[in-house]
Each structure stands twice: as structure tokens, then as C-alpha cells.
């Protein structure tokens, strides 16, 4: 016991660092001109959405950014909008590679914080959660759709980006979430558009602080084709 007390202790992380998972953007996106993008592989990315099925360039994106086969760890799908299930649970290309997250804990901010912060300390317990056995890597996280969290509350949207960011320093993983457009918040007949009026760089109500932290931004305009505003 005396020399343990003698012993001086050092966080793991001054000598480990995760490996770095990096983000695969999907055919069909095209840059928005005179727009700067990163020039290296993405690790988080904002997808603007329109409506509330699963388009086919969100499709793609999650595919072409699961594990590959014999690649060890999966994808945490949280899913708030209550879309993905039949995908995530009945479609052999996703059953074996995500995480699939949907329970009254994550609808509100202070659920999903809360299943966040328990992810980064312990993990077994969080993903015990989710469908899909805990063993494996951590290889990304999405979250559709964080539009059913308030958009204006800029201490929420902050709180999420930072525990992102904890969690991408921990494992490693890439994020990407989902929000709607304006046209989610203007209503029936545009009805509560004063509201959404303002010019905005990015079309949607979520924080600018947080998208402008993003690596990349995508406006999905067809169903095969995204535009990237950043």
C-alpha cells in the first residue's frame, strides 16, 4: 500500500487514442460552388432533410458507411423519428451492423444526453439498450432526428455537440444527425412562416452554432441527390 501511494497516476488517454473512423459521402452530392470544404475525410456531417420516410440518399449513406463484412464493431442508429426499425431489424445488409436505438429515454434532450454521457463511462450498459449484442467497436453514431428536440434551445444543441465530441475522442467514431428543413416548422399552408423567415445559411431551424461545427452539410434536394453546403 505504500508504494501505491507513492505512485503517481496518468490518464489513459495521454498514451492511447482511438483509431479515427472517417465519413464516406455518399454519390449524388455535389458541392455547393464557391463553397470551402474540408479537404481530408469528414468525421461529423448534418443532413438536411425534407420529410419523415427514409429517402434514398440517407439510405445510402448509412450503407456505405457501416462496417465492412468481417470488419469488427457496428453503427449506433439512434432513431427518434421512429423510421428505421423495419430497416434496421428485418434488412440482412443493416441487421448485423447497427445498434438500433428507439425508446421514450432518447426522445427528449435530457433522455439522449443522459444515454450519451452513460455510453462514454459505460458502454455495456447503454448499448444493453439497444437491439444487436455490446460487443464490438463503436464505428459511428446517427441520430434521426433531432428536430424533435427543441431546435431553439442553443444550450441543448451545444450540450449534444460536446458529448459528440467526448464520445469521437473516446472511440474514435464518426456522428452524423438528421434535422428537417424549414418547411417542418412553417405548419399547414406556411401558417407560422413569419417565424422562419430570416435568411439562413443553412435551411433549417436547428442552431447555426452547432452546424457551423459540422465537417460537412448536406441539403437533400431529390431523392438520389444532395447538395453540400459546407
Known amino acids: 500500500m505504500e508504494v501505491l501511494a507513492h505512485c503517481k497516476m496518468y490518464p489513459l488517454s495521454q498514451y492511447y487514442r482511438a483509431a479515427r473512423c472517417e465519413l464516406v459521402i455518399p454519390e449524388g452530392v455535389t458541392a455547393t460552388r464557391n463553397r470551402a470544404t474540408t479537404p481530408r475525410l469528414p468525421q461529423s456531417l448534418h443532413l438536411i432533410e425534407h420529410d419523415f420516410r427514409i ?6 449513406f448509412l450503407l456505405d458507411n457501416l462496417p465492412g463484412d468481417g470488419e469488427p464493431g457496428r453503427v449506433l442508429l439512434i432513431d427518434t423519428a421512429s423510421i428505421w426499425q423495419d430497416t434496421a431489424l428485418r434488412d440482412p445488409r443493416f441487421r448485423d451492423k447497427v445498434w438500433y ?3 421514450a ?3 427528449t434532450t435530457e433522455g439522449l444526453v443522459s444515454f450519451l454521457s452513460q455510453l462514454n463511462v459505460y458502454p455495456k450498459r ?8 455490446t460487443d464490438g467497436r463503436l464505428h459511428g453514431i446517427v441520430i434521426d432526428n433531432v428536430s424533435y428536440l427543441d431546435p431553439r434551445a442553443h444550450g441543448s444543441a451545444t450540450v449534444l455537440l460536446k458529448l459528440l465530441r467526448v464520445l469521437q475522442s473516446t472511440y474514435g467514431c464518426w456522428f452524423a444527425t438528421v434535422s428537417y428543413g424549414l418547411e417542418f416548422y412553417e405548419g399547414v399552408g406556411k401558417a407560422f412562416s413569419q417565424q422562419t423567415s430570416q435568411s439562413q445559411l443553412y435551411p433549417t431551424m436547428f442552431p447555426i452554432g452547432y452546424l457551423n461545427e459540422m465537417d460537412c452539410v448536406v441539403l437533400r434536394e431529390t431523392q438520389v441527390v444532395g447538395r453540400r453546403l459546407k
Do not use: W
Open 55 to 60: 429517402s434514398d440518399l440517407k439510405r445510402r
Open 101 to 103: 436505438l428507439n425508446t
Open 105 to 107: 429515454e432518447v426522445l
Open 126 to 133: 447503454a448499448l444493453a439498450k439497444c437491439h444487436g449484442d
